[in-house]
């Protein structure tokens, strides 16, 4: 009878993170066999030629005769079909990609949160103390490098930067991981990355900008993502997705740097998989215009919007005039702990001023003298619709670390460095709206439009003069519950009756004070 036998697979058109995977399962599973599949990537067979001696591999056809007790796959959960598998053989998936498809009797998975599958192996070896040769160390670094874009992918995990960190301790070589990371492209792929430069089309999907290419080539092209990579880098889109017609196919490579673009969701309608920042596809029986008109609709369909300026701005901004002294504006800035306030004249931003501005002009001692000498000028703005990416452009250009929101000609608030950081949380906190936001959107929709006006022109008034303005009350209770009501009490932080005042003035109406309690 004969002996049965235990192999260890992975995909075709094999990548760094599935022949490290081979060698992490083989040292974990000794008994196996790892074998490389017929087709690996360029640089792959680069690295085997030079240590190949060195590694346990097997090509597909030494492979031993008889029947299969267990498959071992690592890096992909497609199930092949070989001689010598049967119901009874075993099937253990190995994959840092979340679990496609319900298992069956005989099936099991284990996988985890990683940038690389490689890293779940490395994390298993490390703790049953498994020795490594410098070579075996260095292949395993670079699945974990080429997966996670040398650590630098969002995807990327304290426990791959661990692993990193173990194997370089086992004597991996940087210097090799860099020399096979790296690789020049081939003529054709220069080809086929000058007719994809040249049919890129940029589109704008509920807030993200998406880069879609496409070419047709008559030969076969190898290692398409490599020229994802160098596309990125030009466009810088939120996401990026590659058609390429081959011969009976299309090869789909798509890119995500946004969590609001799964890759992986729009991969799937394709018959391909892969997880949310990085996938691909195999496509046939289906032309190139179809297949692009396809990929149109799924983004439209399962793109979320991005999150907005309006999502993380601060309301009830504090402004200054051009005629302000700079001493005042000092004032200002220790009384709020603000580092900087938009510059306001009748009604409309005409400039920003900053901590750095104040301090040189007190360097001086011109306290006394205006804003308006030492301020940022120029209508320097977002809209609360604005995405954060743009946001940030506006920051860089103009070298800012806040900004003033303004909303049909009038500023409703700002946004500064602080708000964008917060954004560097949890998946899980960056989906929660801030609070301020949310209570803003309740107040505009539990207020009646002459009334909402009322009470922004207060706001506005208070802000002026360096006042704080509050809604207190029974109110308060009523809008978190969602109960409607009109029966308003604002609290000042500064002289209510002026504030009434004024606010009179503006818009009409009579004003009954009480000085004794400083209400009106």
């Not at 990193?164 to 004597?171: D, I, K, M, N, T």
């Not at 002009?361 to 804003?371: C, D, V």
Request: proline share 5%; hydrophobic share 40%.
């Amino acid at each position: 009878m004969a002996r049965e036998i235990e192999v260890i697979l992975t995909h075709e058109n094999t990548d760094f993170d599935a022949l490290a995977s081979l060698l992490g399962a083989a040292k974990l599973y000794p008994q196996a066999k790892p074998v490389v599949p017929r087709r690996p990537n360029r640089n792959l067979r680069d690295f085997l030629t030079l240590y190949w001696d060195e590694l346990p591999f097997l090509q597909r056809d030494e492979l031993p005769r008889g029947p299969m007790r267990r498959v071992i796959l690592v890096d992909t959960q497609a199930i092949p079909h070989l001689k010598g598998m049967s119901r009874e053989t075993e099937v253990h998936i190995i994959d840092h990609h979340p679990l496609s498809h319900e298992l069956e009797e005989g099936m099991t998975y284990s996988g985890g949160e990683t940038g690389a599958t490689a890293t779940i192996l490395v994390e298993q070896i490390c703790e049953t103390n498994i020795s490594l040769s410098p070579i075996e160390a260095t292949l395993l670094l670079l699945g974990i490098y080429e997966d996670t874009g040398s650590l630098s992918y969002p995807t990327t995990t304290p426990r791959d930067l661990r692993c990193a960190a173990w194997l370089l301790e086992q004597g991996a070589s940087l210097e090799v991981v860099n020399d096979f990371l790296h690789h020049p492209l081939t003529e054709k792929q220069r080809e086929l990355y000058n007719q994809l430069l040249e049919n890129s089309q940029s589109f704008d999907f509920a807030g993200h900008s998406v880069v879609i290419a496409t070419a047709t080539v008559s030969d076969y092209v190898e290692e398409i993502s490599t020229l994802a990579h160098r596309l990125r880098d030009i466009f810088d889109p939120a996401a990026l997705f590659l058609l390429v017609e081959m011969d009976d196919h299309i090869q789909f490579v798509a890119r995500s740097s946004s969590e609001d673009i799964d890759v992986a969701q729009i991969a799937a309608h394709l018959n391909g998989g892969g997880h949310g920042r990085a996938a691909a596809a195999l496509i046939r029986g289906r032309t190139l215009a179809d297949t692009h008109q396809q990929l149109l609709d799924l983004l439209q369909e399962h793109i979320k919007p991005t999150v907005t300026v309006g999502q993380i701005m601060s309301y009830g901004v504090h402004t200054l005039s051009p005629e302000t002294t700079v001493a005042e504006a000092e004032e200002m800035m220790r009384r709020y702990g603000h580092e900087g306030f938009p510059v306001v004249e009748n009604g409309q931003v005409v400039g920003t001023l900053t901590r750095r501005e104040i301090d040189k002009a007190l360097h001086h001692r011109l306290g006394g003298a205006a804003i308006s000498l030492y301020m940022h000028k120029g209508a320097i703005s977002v809209s609360p619709d604005d995405s954060v990416a743009h946001l940030q452009q506006v920051m860089m250009k103009h070298g800012l670390g806040q900004v003033p929101v303004v909303k049909d000609g009038e500023v409703i608030g700002i946004v500064t460095r602080t708000d964008l950081i917060k954004l560097w949380s949890t998946p899980k906190q960056r989906t929660e709206r801030p609070r301020a936001a949310k209570i803003a959107q309740l107040i505009e929709q539990a207020l009646p439009a002459p009334l909402l006006k009322v009470i922004q022109q207060a706001s506005r008034i208070a802000s002026h003069k360096g006042y704080s303005l509050y809604f207190v009350g029974g109110f308060v209770r009523d809008l978190l519950l969602g109960t409607p009501t009109l029966d308003i009490d604002l609290v000042v932080e500064g002289d209510a009756i002026k504030l009434a005042r004024r606010l009179s003035r503006q818009i009409g109406g009579r004003v009954r004070s009480h000085a004794r309690f400083g209400t009106a």
